[in-house]
């Protein structure tokens, strides 16, 4: 039980870790290059537009706001 | 974020980026749920109603779905003046509604079930936190709940097509031909660090020597996570949230939770004769 909430919490960490390493790091050109490819499909089609991959409440996504 | 680091790790391994944005979805939308159940569980491994509580916690999740989607569902209305079809089949989810729908669901299905429903939701409270930092790193691979933007050393800038450069688009804070969003706070970062100590507060005064009353944990949990809930929001620039003089939505919320368990933990005890 230790053993797993310890490795369930590391795993968590590195993430946050690894996560924010990276969106702090990516290199300028990645972004324009992400960005020409997103401009041939719609945002949807693309980038979840919220939680967990469904069509949250997106601009162009069809929702409300 | 997710469709970036997808994109970019597909261009480097030459994998599908798809198969990468879904596995990553699948691993942290499944983490967070995982853990929870597995540890309450787990907590519950003396108690001879376990498997009962087992099948509650299973046949509570669909209502915490539904709550999840009632808050979005309810502002949207209030937006549009009106409640169609739309609404119901297209918006976000909410944490705060989930997570109380589905403690309420567990606590009427345990008194259906003419169980006491404190070892049930005490178990979840406990460990919900660890779930829910989990939760939050699937809001920052989907680029959702973003921070307000920052210049500080911590700033990160959302793609192309997220809802961080979305909004900051409609705004007209991107300059012409702007790859990615201005640099915003991490909140869902915050708030999955603002969750694991939680959870390590909550299984240190869990297993302290005395033990704790019946709910006890339970509403602990809801009055640490509506301090931190209340706190983060202000960090917090999505406005597809809700923002109300001021406020947020779940910034109301929190304040009602917190005064519904300072009132709890306050009330006197009944003396045992």
Redesign the interface.
């Known amino acids: 039980?230790k053993r797993?909430?310890i490795v369930?919490?590391t795993v968590?960490?590195l993430?946050?870790g690894s996560?924010?390493a990276?969106?702090?790091t990516?290199p300028?050109e990645?972004?324009?290059?992400?960005?020409d490819?997103?401009?041939g499909a719609s945002?949807c089609e693309?980038?979840?537009?919220?939680?967990?991959?469904?069509?949250?409440?997106?601009?162009?996504?069809?929702?409300?706001? | 974020?997710?469709?970036?680091?997808a994109?970019?790790l597909s261009?480097a391994t030459g994998l599908s980026a798809f198969a990468i944005l879904?596995a990553g979805?699948l691993f942290?939308?499944l983490a967070g749920l995982g853990?929870v159940y597995?540890?309450a569980m787990?907590e519950l491994a003396g108690n001879p109603a376990r498997s009962r509580y087992r099948l509650i916690f299973l046949l509570a999740l669909p209502f915490g779905l539904f709550g999840a989607r009632a808050i979005?569902i309810v502002q949207?209305a209030i937006?549009?003046g009106r409640l169609t079809l739309?609404?119901f089949t297209?918006?976000?989810?909410v944490f705060y509604g989930g997570a109380l729908a589905v403690l309420a669901a567990m606590a009427v299905g345990c008194r259906l079930s003419r169980l006491s429903p404190w070892p049930l939701l005490d178990a979840v409270c406990l460990y919900a936190p660890?779930g829910h930092?989990?939760g939050r790193?699937?809001?920052?691979?989907?680029?959702?709940?973003f921070g307000a933007p920052t210049e500080c050393l911590l700033g990160?800038?959302?793609?192309?097509?997220?809802?961080a450069f979305?909004?900051h688009k409609?705004q007209g804070l991107l300059p012409a031909g702007a790859?990615?969003s201005l640099p915003v706070h991490?909140s869902q970062?915050y708030e999955?660090?603002g969750n694991?100590l939680l959870?390590a507060a909550l299984?240190f005064y869990s297993r302290r020597a005395a033990p704790l009353s019946p709910g006890r944990l339970t509403t602990v949990y809801l009055m640490g996570y509506a301090v931190l809930r209340f706190t983060l929001e202000y960090w917090r620039g999505d406005v597809?949230r809700g923002v109300y003089y001021g406020l947020s939505a779940s910034q109301y919320v929190a304040l009602a939770v917190l005064l519904t368990t300072a009132l709890v933990l306050l009330r006197p005890r009944k003396r045992s004769t």
């Open positions: 039980m797993a909430l369930a919490i968590c960490l993430l946050v996560l924010f990276f969106a702090r990516a300028g990645s972004y324009a290059a992400f960005a490819a997103a401009s945002c693309i980038v979840s537009c919220g939680c967990l991959g469904t069509k949250c409440s997106c601009f162009e996504c069809g929702g409300s706001k | 974020m997710g469709g970036f680091l994109f970019v261009r879904e979805y942290l939308s853990l597995g540890f787990r979005p949207d937006l549009a739309g609404l297209s918006g976000g989810l660890l930092a989990f790193l699937g809001c920052f691979f989907g680029g959702c709940c990160v800038p959302f793609p192309a097509g997220s809802p979305l909004q409609s790859v990615a991490p970062l999955t660090l694991l959870f299984l597809i």
